[in-house]
């Protein structure tokens, strides 16, 4: 298992590679960083807010953004399409009786149009190895007290999807509007790390 | 070609330990879970990893039991997996269990 590169022996051969590349002319200076840069613009978690809260008002929605959430997210003028390829996203809804959270045990894999850069803590060896094997004392730890009966579903983004998790509308919203609704949900509650 | 497995299939992972990258992570080998659905089709990761060019398989989701996996827990844990990572596992018999596979 993977953690922190910075040192690592990988580094100094992307630096290395990235160097040859642009000494021929195959890579214009800092148009990897100017890519990145590209990638990450207009990558928050204000984006999965604005999902989620459209997924508490409008029922209908909610079902055709489980059902296929790439093309759901277009209705909100968002996509996952940013990057080399369309990635595709699954979106999964907690309950009253389950709970999802969402982890990258090889790597850091993440719906970053959509959540904005990763927390630290997402790539760190000790979220990602433990919360596959004890998510009820992870979440614990972030301050989440589910009840004993709430069943837990951890959600390994192993392969080429990207995963975000709509949380449970708090009580005593009934009278908020959309955009309200929104500001209330965090990022973590978008990971399953948090309730809203 | 048509995907091997669909929904409520039950599967066996492998046990490959590859010497290079795979994305069949070390905790769910030789697992018997069972199919959510289909993620798609994408080129092997592990093919690409050593720079083959590799036709695109069936992904799924794959739901294991954490007692399955680690001999504990209570939850569940779902893992994106190539085709390839997969063999059929012997299902349970819908009339015996007198389960209608809710699914």
């Known amino acids: 298992m993977s953690g922190d590169h910075a040192s690592a022996a990988i580094a100094g051969q992307v ?16 148009e990897i960083d100017r890519r990145i840069d590209e990638f990450l613009a207009g990558g928050s978690p204000a984006n999965g807010a604005r999902i989620a809260a459209r ?29 080399i390829q369309e990635q595709r996203l699954k979106v999964v809804a907690n309950s009253d009786t389950e709970h999802h959270v969402v982890v990258c045990t090889l790597c ?33 730890e972030f301050g989440l007290q589910l009840p004993p009966d709430t069943r837990i579903a951890v959600w ?20 908020l509007s959309e955009v309200e609704l929104a500001g209330l949900v965090t990022r973590n509650g978008l990971i399953g790390t948090a309730a809203v | 070609m ?11 992972t492998r046990t490959l330990d590859p010497a290079g990258h795979t994305r069949l ?17 994408h080129p092997l990761a592990d093919d690409r990893a050593r720079g083959r060019s590799t036709p695109p398989q069936a992904v799924y989701h794959v739901r294991f039991a ?26 349970r018999d819908p009339v015996q269990d007198g389960s209608d596979h809710e699914r």
């Open chain 1, 15 to 30: 630096r290395h590679v990235e160097t040859l590349l642009e000494r021929r002319g195959l890579l214009a200076d800092g």
């Open chain 1, 55 to 83: 997924a508490w008002v409008d029922p209908a929605f909610r079902e055709r953004l489980l059902a296929d959430a790439n093309g759901a997210i277009g209705e909100v003028g968002l996509s996952m399409s940013g990057g």
């Open chain 1, 108 to 140: 850091s894999c993440y719906p970053i149009a959509l959540l904005g850069p990763s927390p630290t803590w997402y790539k760190s060896e000790a979220y990602r190895s433990r919360v596959v094997r004890d998510p009820r004392a992870v979440l614990a």
């Open chain 1, 156 to 175: 390994d983004a192993s392969a080429e999807s990207r995963y975000m998790v709509i949380p449970r509308r708090p009580a005593g919203t009934a009278g």
């Open chain 2, 2 to 12: 048509a995907d091997r497995f669909g929904p409520g299939d039950p599967v066996r």
């Open chain 2, 25 to 41: 992570p070390r905790y769910a080998r030789g697992a018997v879970g069972e199919v959510v659905e289909s993620a798609g089709r």
């Open chain 2, 66 to 91: 954490a007692a399955e996996l680690f001999g504990t827990g209570d939850h569940s844990v779902t893992v994106e997996l190539w085709e390839d990572y997969l063999e059929a596992a012997a299902g």
